[in-house]
Each structure stands twice: as C-alpha cells, then as structure tokens.
C-alpha cells in the first residue's frame, strides 16, 4: 500500500514538474516568438558568406526615435536592452571604400547601384516589416556586429547578435522605392550639437528606410535629427527614388548640404574649399563616363556590369585591404534586388520586397 501511495505521489510530482516546464515554456514563447522566428528564419545562400533573414515584429524604432543616439554605445546600449534582452554586443564600423550610382532602365524604370568595398565582411540580407513604416530591404555588414571568417549566423547560439541587424543596415530600398546608399569620407566626423535628438550614420539609413517615401521626405527627415557619425569616421549619403531624383548628402563643418548628384564614391562633392576632398575619383570618373556615354539608361545588366568595372579586387598579399564585398541593384520602380557576393559576378541572388 506504501509503495501504491509512493508511485502515486511521484507521478503528482513529476506532472506538476512537467505542467510547470509547458507553462515556463509557453510564457517564454509568447515573450519570444518573434525573435525565434527571425532568428529561424536565416538561411545561407550556397557556400557563400552571405545569409539572408526576415525581422518579424517590432524592432522598437519609434522608441529609439524618441530618445536616439549620439555615439555607437549608446546605440548597442539601446539594441541591448531592447533586442538582445542585456546580451552584451560590440560595434565595429571600419573604413569603408564604396561606389554607387542612379539610372534609368531602357523602360524608364529607376535603378540603385552600390558597390560595398571593405576588407572580407559576411553579408545580410534582411527583411524588415514595422508596424509604423514602411517594407524594406536592406544589406548589413555582418563583421560589423562581431561576426567574421570564424563566427558565422549558423545555429541559434552564434545567430542571437542578427536581431540587432534592423539598426545597422549600410544600403537598402523600401516599399516605396526610396533608395540609400552610406559611403566613407575620410575627414573629420560629423557632430552635430543643437537641441534636436541624436542619431548616427546606420540608424540615419533605417530611418530613412521605414519613414521616407521620396528624397524631399528623407532629406525633411534628416534635417530634423542631430547627426553622429559612427566609428569616429565621416560618412555621406547618396539617395534617390522611384521618380530618377538622386542627390548626394553631406555634412560640410556639420552644416547639412545636399547636391544633385547621379554617382558617389568616397570624396565630397560639396562645392568649396572641402570639394573632392577624399578618394575614389577613378571609380568616380568610371561611373561619369559611362553613364553620360548611355545617356544616364542602362539594363539591369549592364548597371551590374558598371559594379563590376568600379570593383575592388582582393589583394592576396594583405587581407585587410578593401576589397568589394558585394554589389547590388535595386530597381526603385519593382521593389527587387539582385546581388553578387565577394565579386562573383557569375552568380546572382535576386530577392523582392515582401507584399
């Protein structure tokens, strides 16, 4: 009777024990399920060290918008306890030589070129869609949130930091066809200091992304913010939309100034006494010539093929050297994509903003 009395009592155990583990399990579900879903959601494209992924839920953007940022702590401060749940992360923004450009199809669809050019850097492509702005699609320099040649997004420990992707995007397109593009300007940093709430060089693209449906609106929105740029470096933007407007935006003296502009590299083109302070004017002139000599239209092959000509290669004697990390174009008037990783040209991923 005892041993009857025994069993009976460890059975009410160990049901009490497994109901408590489906309720913990169940609670941490409903507190979680977004974030383990964006985190399933990645996938490898090939053996490429590229990846893509779909954000699901809210990223806390508006939130961040009301209290911003003015230095990359704050920021990882901020992805930290609203993303990572007080995981700690590390930022690494390093010197990036890149090209992009603004064109028109045969058809008369807007096309977006970009060329990333750093030292080797894993790639991803992500799908973002807040409750409060727009779809998008954006590229996110993995290295740049600890991510290298030895850590990889493969399985759900080592993927955990991609849930701070939304806040670190360096090029993208939204539903509305608005395109950006981020590019080095090895000057002094920008550092504005007014009474406006601060953001920095990656969350000035993300907001542009979810909230700006041409470039009048990204630029009102830029105006309205105080600008840091990250990683003590100096960053300007090229943007263009679904109409062909395409402009270049700078911060001269951390004075705002815009310039029409169809191309950028790496050097200001702020008239003055700062103009084509920088590099990549032969990449620069590439792109002139060749957009002026089609009449500023090109296909989507052959906006590819420009990429291509204004690549970096990779030395083989110096891994740190910049070399083009991948090339992308958006079609601003489709909403699409098509990519190629590390400069293999041969091979082309193409991916859509989500309906």
Known sequence: MQNNKTKRGLKIVLLTVLLIAIIGIGILYSLFHNELATLNSIQQAEDAPFFTMTYYGD????????????TDQELVDFITKRLLKGIPMNFDLPDLGCSTFSVQTPAGEQLFGRNFDMYYSPALFVWT???????SISMVNLSYIGFGKDKLPIGFQNSIMTLAAPYVPLDGINEKGVAVGVLLIDTEPTNQQTDKIDI????????ILDKAANVEEALDLLQQYDMHASANSCFHFQIADASGRSVVVEYINHEFSVVESKQ????LLTPGAWYHFGKGQ????????????KNNTLTETEA?????????KPDSEDTE?????WSVIYNLSQGTAQISIQRDYDRIYEYAIRK
């Open 59 to 70: 990223y806390g953007f508006d939130d961040f918008l009301q209290q911003g940022a003015s």
């Open 304 to 312: 590819m093929q420009l990429l291509q000509a204004v690549s970096q």
């Open 264 to 267: 950028a590299t790496n050097f």
């Open 282 to 293: 032969d990449r620069y002139q590439t792109l002139v010539t060749t957009l002026a000599k």
């Open 200 to 207: 920095t060089t990656s969350t000035a693209i993300r907001l």
């Open 321 to 325: 050297k910049s070399s083009t990390q």
């Open 129 to 135: 869609e807040p409750q409060n702005g727009y779809r």
